[in-house]
């Protein structure tokens, strides 16, 4: 990884190390959350006992529901929110009682919380003035982190009068320009087109990933989630229901709301097991090659596979095509087999699409077949 760009260039005072090769700085961006409990009135519990570690130089994403406890866990990392019990860690240091002020700690809002009546470069040198640094530091900074933004030339315009994916990008950068250990991330990319969404995505993972810094990211968007991130925890009902990479979250959900959650619908009752890993469900008989003694069935729809017509044969399923949505490299499927239906995604790709009421035959090899707790 490179030096950060944010070091000050020399001369100007005592060079930092660069993030990415400084241990001890890395470790100063460390997150340990111990049994952090927060109701709101009587009745609403927001954290219900989280313990979480979150590594230094991490992009971590908290992924849930409206009214999950992303946010309140967010909010108390930045000491806009008082635990009503529990404990908060930064880099070994017990910050828990410590005023938001004081912590090695940014946070980028969703809404921007610019000053529009002031220039870009006003507004990026804004929390430097706080910090009390000389004006010749906060012009030197306020130019290094506009060019690593890709703004410069437009550091003299009032923010008003920027797209809302520059305004962003002055949001990102003022946060980052006070040189946090951590940068805690309030779904900031909620309020953008699709498009510009997708490409801040990957801009916003860039800079992650060339400084070497901690980010904490809340969102309820699973597949932004996917994208961005090193490891996922998901929460409901303010308890952490699973932590890990994007991939085994995904393919491997711990109980049936990270499954739902994660965009899976194919979930089914296991009404009985046998010898050689065969599982009856409303399905049929098929037979299963992972792990798990769960009482649910999780089928990825992407793990299907259509055949034309009847072709018997072990985990093959005949089915009827009720519904077929075309979505350009992909199509979705609505497969009805019995009295249930099964939804199955497939590429494209030099493949026949079965029309809808044409009768097929649904594939699915057993090591891709999960079970699951309730």
Not at 31 to 50: M, P, Q, S, Y
Not at 209 to 217: A, N
Not at 296 to 307: G, N
């Amino acid at each position: 990884m490179t030096p950060s760009p944010l070091a000050p260039e020399p001369g100007t005072r005592e060079p930092d190390a660069p993030r990415d090769t400084d241990n001890a700085a890395r470790e100063a961006s460390s997150i340990e959350l111990l049994g952090l409990h927060k109701r709101f009135g009587k009745d609403t519990v927001a954290l219900d006992g989280v313990d979480l570690t979150i590594r230094a130089g991490e992009f971590f994403t908290l992924l849930g529901p409206s009214g999950c406890g992303k946010t309140t866990l967010l909010r108390i990392l930045a000491g806009l929110e008082e635990p009503d019990s529990g404990s908060l860690k930064i880099g070994g240091l017990d910050i828990t009682d410590t005023p938001p002020h004081k912590r090695s700690v940014n946070t980028v809002f969703q809404s921007y919380a610019l000053f529009p009546h002031l220039s870009v470069r006003d507004n990026l040198a804004f929390g430097l003035r706080m910090l009390g640094l000389p004006a010749a530091e906060r012009e030197a900074r306020v130019a290094r982190i506009a060019e690593f933004i890709q703004l410069n030339d437009l550091v003299d315009r009032k923010v008003d009068q920027l797209s809302g994916g520059q305004r962003q990008r002055i949001a990102l950068a003022r946060a980052l320009v006070c040189e946090p250990d951590v940068l805690l991330l309030d779904e900031p990319l909620s309020a953008l087109d699709a498009g510009l969404r997708s490409q801040l995505q990957v801009e916003l993972l860039r800079v992650q990933k060339r400084l070497g810094m901690t980010f904490v990211f809340v969102t309820h968007d699973q597949q932004e989630a996917m994208v961005m991130s090193d490891r996922i925890a998901v929460l409901d009902s303010g308890n952490i229901q699973q932590v890990g990479p994007p991939r085994e979250v995904y393919e491997r959900p711990v109980n049936a709301f990270v499954a739902r959650f994660m965009g899976h619908d194919n979930l089914f009752p296991i009404t009985r097991r046998a010898e050689g890993g065969w599982l009856t469900t409303e399905l049929g008989d098929l037979r299963c090659d992972g792990e798990g003694a769960g009482d649910l069935l999780l089928i990825r729809p992407e793990t299907l596979d259509l055949l034309p017509g009847e072709q018997p044969g072990e985990n093959r399923l005949l089915a009827t095509v009720g519904e077929r949505l075309y979505r350009g490299s992909h199509a979705e499927y609505r497969l009805d087999i019995g009295q249930t239906s099964l939804q199955a995604t497939v590429n494209n790709r030099g493949r026949h699409l079965p029309e809808v009421g044409e009768r097929i035959t649904v594939t699915v090899a057993a090591d891709d077949l999960v079970t699951l707790g309730k």
